[in-house]
C-alpha cells in the first residue's frame, strides 16, 4: 500500500519596503509635528500680546484725567488770586499833564501812595515818581516845606507855534512865540520840598538867601495871573529837592 504525502502549500514571500522609505516618513512626521508645534506657539505669543497691550490701554487711558487734574489745578490756584490793588496815589492824568515836546519833563509821572523814606504820609500831600515836571506854581508854605502847582505842558520853537495855534490862538500871535504853555486842566497838587531845595529864579544872586528866594519865588508866581513864570521841578526821593524859573511869555 502506497502512501501519498500530502505538502503544504507555502505563500510567496511579500515583499519589504526598502529601508530608505521608512526613514523618508518618519522624517516627514517629524516635519509635520514641528509646523503644528510653531504653529501653535506663535498663535498663543500673539494671543497674549493682545491682551498685554488691551491691559495697557485702559491703564494709559485713566492716568491721562489724573494729569489733567493736577495740571489744571495751579490755573485754578492762580484765578483764585485777588487782583492787586491800585495805589491810592496813582495819578495817570498827571503823566498825559506833563507834555511831549523839546521841554518836557523826565521820569515815569506817577503819583506814589507815600514817601520812600518810610515816614507817615502827610494829609494832602502827592508823592511824584522822580523827575523833572513843568509846573505853575500856585503857592508855597516855606514853614511846612509845601509847595503847591499845576502841571503843564511845555512848547519851544516851532512846535510852540504849532501848539498855540491848535490851541485857537490868532496865528500873528502865534507865529512870535518861542515858548508856549499848555494847561490842560486845573488840577493841583501839593508836593513836599526838601529842606534845602535849591531855587533858581531869574534876576536872582547867587547871595541871596532862602528866605528872600521864597519871597520872590511867592511874588513871581503871581504875575500875569499866574501865568507869566513856568517852573520845572526836580523830584527825587518823592521830594522836590530843585525849582528852576523860566518865562513863558514875554512881559510886554
Known amino acids: 500500500m502506497s502512501t501519498t504525502l500530502h505538502e503544504t502549500p507555502?505563500?510567496?514571500?511579500v515583499p519589504r519596503p526598502p529601508r530608505r522609505r521608512r526613514v523618508a516618513l518618519f522624517a516627514a512626521g517629524a516635519v509635520l509635528v514641528a509646523a503644528l508645534g510653531a504653529g501653535g506657539a506663535i498663535a498663543l505669543g500673539d494671543?497674549?500680546?493682545?491682551?498685554?497691550a488691551a491691559a495697557t490701554q485702559p491703564s494709559a487711558a485713566a492716568a491721562q484725567p489724573a494729569a489733567n487734574i493736577q495740571s489744571a489745578q495751579p490755573a485754578a490756584g492762580q484765578s483764585a488770586k485777588p487782583a492787586a490793588p491800585t495805589p491810592a496815589g496813582h495819578d495817570p492824568a498827571s503823566?498825559?499833564?506833563?507834555?511831549?515836546d523839546s521841554q518836557q519833563t523826565s521820569g515815569s509821572g506817577q503819583e506814589q501812595p507815600s514817601t520812600p523814606s518810610g515816614s507817615p504820609k502827610r494829609e494832602g500831600v502827592v508823592t511824584l515818581a522822580d523827575g523833572r515836571y513843568n509846573a505853575y506854581v500856585r503857592?508855597?508854605?516855606p514853614d511846612r516845606d509845601l509847595i503847591v502847582v499845576d502841571l503843564v505842558q511845555v512848547f519851544t520853537g516851532d512846535a510852540a507855534v504849532r501848539a498855540a495855534l491848535e490851541d485857537g490862538m490868532d496865528r500873528s500871535a502865534a507865529e512870535v512865540r518861542d515858548t508856549y504853555v499848555r494847561n490842560q486842566n486845573d488840577r493841583l497838587r501839593t508836593l513836599e520840598m526838601a529842606g534845602g531845595v535849591k531855587l533858581n529864579l531869574i534876576g536872582a544872586c547867587e547871595s541871596t538867601g532862602q528866605e528872600a528866594l521864597f519871597t520872590k519865588l511867592i511874588k513871581d508866581a503871581t504875575y500875569g495871573q499866574g501865568q507869566l513864570f513856568y517852573y520845572t521841578l526836580g523830584v527825587q526821593g518823592g521830594m522836590v529837592q530843585r525849582i528852576d524859573e523860566h518865562q513863558a511869555q514875554p512881559a510886554c
Request: no cysteine; proline share 11%.
Open 10 to 13: 507555502t505563500r510567496p514571500p
Open 47 to 52: 494671543r497674549n500680546a493682545g491682551q498685554s
Open 95 to 100: 503823566s498825559q499833564q506833563r507834555g511831549s
Open 139 to 141: 503857592k508855597v508854605d
